[in-house]
């Protein structure tokens, strides 16, 4: 069985995905990705991370027609899961929890 925890860009690439929702395609994705990490990803590295989590059942996809307009090619748009939703908030929990500790334990008194 496939391990089914997320790794770093994993979870920052579904949380996209979930966030941009219908629009979430490769290079939207990836655009985003970019944008929020400021670290500039490949497109490679973007779609390894997409096939992991179909691996692992976390999203789902489907192609699009061809886009309308001369030679338009089609899109794979990516979908979360019921399982890949709840990993992302499984793992937003863990990480916040991290966090407030680690703002806890810095404190003196």
């Given amino acids: 069985m496939a391990k089914r925890s ?3 860009l994993e979870f920052i690439v579904l949380a996209i995905a ?4 219908k629009d979430a395609y490769g290079a939207a994705i990836r ?3 970019i944008a929020e990490t400021r670290r500039d990803y490949s497109i490679g590295a973007i779609y390894s991370s997409l096939r992991r989590l179909e691996d692992k059942r976390f999203l789902e996809s489907f192609e699009s027609d061809p886009l309308p307009v001369r030679g338009g090619r089609s899109r794979r748009y990516f979908v979360p899961t019921a399982a890949g939703r709840a990993e992302l908030r499984r793992a937003m929990d863990a990480k916040r929890r991290f ?3 680690l703002t806890l334990a810095g404190r003196t008194r």
């Fill in 99 to 101: 966090w407030q500790r």
């Fill in 18 to 21: 979930s966030r941009l929702g």
């Fill in 31 to 33: 655009r985003d990705v």
């Fill in 6 to 8: 997320l790794g770093e």
